[in-house]
């Protein structure tokens, strides 16, 4: 059986790195560390792990191109020994891609807590026009598409 794309729209034209990425994203989830994702101010956002028992050495995290991952590893103790082991001990990886532009500020571990706070730009909106070539029979046809961008409000220049 064949699944039926979120973007198989005509009118969604270059999204196939996304739904690819999406796909990866949602067969590598699974439900440990728990974690909250919250705003912070008009364009702060954080990620707060759940990651007690982990210690700064055992933690990492990595930013590579939009996709931010977080992995775990505690040292094995083979010295102690359980009578009973109700806190796992297990090793983890928790990937988040993030939107173009949102950039990581920083990260910090507080009473088995990881959090990390990243900051979003503000939205620029852009508008382009775009002139159109007549064609082989027009007086214009040896003209290029003329492709100007400027942006909506504020005075950054036209």
Do not use: C, W
């Not at 590598?28 to 982990?54: H, K």
């Not at 001990?89 to 993030?98: E, I, S, T």
């Amino acid at each position: 059986m064949s699944r039926v794309s979120m973007f198989n729209s005509p009118l969604l034209l270059g999204f196939d790195q996304l739904e690819r990425t999406l796909d990866r994203l949602t067969k590598s989830a699974e439900g440990y560390p728990p974690y909250n994702i919250e705003r912070i101010g008009e364009d702060g956002l954080r990620i707060t792990l759940a990651v007690a028992g982990f210690t700064l050495d055992d933690l990492t995290v990595e930013l590579v191109e939009s996709q931010l991952t977080v992995r775990g590893k505690q040292a094995d103790e083979s010295d102690r020994v359980f009578l009973h082991r109700g806190i796992a001990a297990r090793q983890f990886q928790r990937a988040f891609m993030l939107a173009d532009g949102i950039e990581v500020t920083g990260a910090r571990l507080d009473n088995g807590l990881l959090a990390i706070d990243m900051v979003r730009p503000a939205a620029e909106p852009r508008i382009r026009n775009i002139r159109i070539d007549g064609g082989k029979g027009s007086a214009a046809s040896d003209t290029t598409i003329d492709i100007t961008a400027r942006r909506q409000g504020g005075s950054h220049g036209k």
